[in-house]
């Protein structure tokens, strides 16, 4: 059985270029253009942000070697490839 991610997959991957794109409330073709993008940190905060980011170590590796290396509290990301 498909898992949610797997059935949104094999259907995004059925699309082409004519039937992937987006209608609005009225059914009438929409883009998304000419909107500003909101800042992801708030203004003011980007200095606070910045000094949480030196305290912390970012490793890529092996999630083995990762767990041999862990001795605080530590976060995992693990990012799932089809």
């Known amino acids: 059985m498909l898992r949610e991610c797997e059935k949104d997959r094999a259907v ?3 699309k082409n270029p004519l039937t992937l794109h987006r209608v609005n409330l ?3 073709f929409n883009i998304p253009i000419g909107k500003k993008r909101r800042a992801i940190v708030p203004k003011g905060n980007s200095e606070d942000i910045s000094s949480v980011f030196e305290s912390i170590d970012i ?3 092996e ?3 990762l767990i041999n290396k862990s001795s605080k509290a530590i976060l995992f990301f693990y990012r799932y490839i089809i």
């Open 12 to 14: 995004y991957g059925k």
């Open 26 to 28: 009225r059914g009438e």
């Open 59 to 61: 490793i890529s590796d």
């Open 63 to 65: 999630f083995g070697n």
